[in-house]
């Protein structure tokens, strides 16, 4: 193994702070670059949600405290070449993952400004090998078969992120084109928590739905105490037949670490998505069974001309706007490259099945539930606590 470290942005969030845990845990020395909060330094946000992710020595970890939006990182130029100096390998991780078009303009200063400074920093590295996270989702608003090699085929977006995930993933296939960084690219869907307990870190996706629908069943509860499975009536705009394509993380980052060791692995890039995605009308009934709720129902906009919308109804789709966007329809991932990749290594994606739902959304569910009561017996840690 090289002694050389290993750069990590966003070790702070979901997936950076899980693959930081994974290097350190093979004995990597790793760089976090992060940023600090009113609250808290970068050195003590990342130490708190690595060992939220699992205990472990973090003798080899470093914190530097940086911007990836700035120029040259946030960094003085000393600081810059010491650890251009030192490392092998950089994992991009950070991002904004605003969901709301009204932050357009910092989204793209984060995920396409942020990756041009990457990028940067990566030419002055020895190696300069770059593991770019993007999303499956670059593919916006295609329903069909999305190749590993696709990338800018015309498609267009559903949201600024997308869009800005999408141009970040050219600027950097345009520099490992013209051979000044050495880069592999890693799509993953959307993701889930651990395929063995269901344990999350950070509410992303699925799970802001899930609080939406736990939230309003709260207040219902309140209201009548005795109640054991309720009746919620709510029409949810989408469609039945379509998928939602959910990868734990544990695959996610176990796959991206075996990937990025492989040489053939330079250049290209990865769907680290489910290949078998979700029917719509498989996963609600089963949020929904473990909530303990019935009435809720996927519907055309069709029902809406019938019979207009609730309060209630209004309420939930202005507050999840950005999630109905994707029960509309979604591409369909063509994940080969990452299967052939991962044949003989032990790494699967395990189907998302009935079992696999409830044991996912239970896990959540107990969180949301002992942190009402004050309990917080499972809680996740400081990157989890913003409600999404
Ligand atoms: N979660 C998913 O389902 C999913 C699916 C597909 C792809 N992805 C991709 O995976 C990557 C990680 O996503 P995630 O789910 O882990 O998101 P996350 O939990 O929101 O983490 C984002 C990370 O980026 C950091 N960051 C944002 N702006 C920064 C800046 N200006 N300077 C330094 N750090 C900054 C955040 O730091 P702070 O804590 O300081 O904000 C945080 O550590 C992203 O590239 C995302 O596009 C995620």
């Known amino acids: 193994m090289s002694d050389r470290k290993v750069l990590v942005t966003g070790a702070t969030g979901f997936l950076g702070s899980h693959l930081a845990h994974k290097l350190l845990s093979e004995g990597r020395h790793v760089i976090a670059l992060a940023r600090g909060s009113k609250a808290a330094s970068a050195e003590a946000r990342v130490r708190e949600v690595l060992n939220t992710v699992g205990s472990i020595d973090l003798s080899r970890l470093e914190v530097c405290e940086g911007d990836i939006a700035q120029p040259?990182?946030?960094?003085?130029?000393?600081?810059?070449?010491t650890i251009a100096s030192s490392i092998d390998q950089i994992w991009h991780c950070a991002a904004s993952l605003s969901f709301t078009d009204e932050d357009r303009d910092e989204i793209f200063k984060m995920n396409l400004g942020g990756t041009k400074n990457i990028l940067a920093l990566a030419e002055q590295t020895p190696t300069r090998r770059l593991h770019h996270v993007s999303t499956a989702y670059v593919a916006g608003n295609r329903t069909d078969l999305?190749?590993?090699?696709?990338?800018?085929?015309?498609?267009?977006?559903?949201?600024a992120y997308e869009e800005s995930k999408c141009q970040a993933e050219m600027l950097i296939a345009d520099a490992h084109g013209k051979g000044l960084v050495v880069s592999s690219v890693y799509r993953p869907s959307i993701v889930i928590g651990d395929s063995r307990s269901g344990r999350v870190t950070h509410f992303h996706g699925v799970y802001a739905f899930i609080r939406g629908l736990w939230s309003a069943l709260e207040r219902l509860r309140r209201r009548m105490p005795e109640a054991g499975t309720v009746n919620l009536p709510l029409r949810v705009l989408g469609a039945e037949a379509t998928t939602l394509n959910f990868v734990p993380i544990d695959y996610v980052v176990d796959g991206m670490v075996e990937i990025s060791r492989q040489p053939s692995s330079v250049g290209g890039t990865y769907h680290l998505a489910n290949p078998q995605a979700t029917e719509n009308r498989i996963w609600l009934p089963h949020i929904c069974r473990v909530l303990s709720v019935e009435g809720i129902q996927l519907v055309g906009e069709t029902s809406f001309l019938r019979t207009p919308?609730?309060?209630?109804?209004?309420l939930f789709q202005k507050q999840m706007a950005f999630y109905y966007q994707y029960l509309q329809g979604e591409p369909r991932f063509d994940c080969r490259r990452t299967l052939d990749a991962l044949r003989n290594t032990g790494i699967e994606c395990p189907g998302v099945t009935v079992e696999f739902i409830h044991r996912m959304v239970g896990w959540y569910v107990s969180f949301l539930n002992s942190a009402r009561q004050g309990t917080g017996s499972s809680s996740p840690g400081?990157?989890?606590?913003?409600?999404v």
């Open 72 to 81: 040259q990182l946030g960094l003085k130029e000393s600081v810059s070449r």
């Open 146 to 159: 999305v190749l590993e090699t696709d990338l800018n085929v015309g498609q267009t977006f559903r949201n």
């Open 382 to 387: 400081p990157g989890a606590a913003q409600p």
């Open 309 to 314: 919308m609730t309060k209630l109804e209004a």
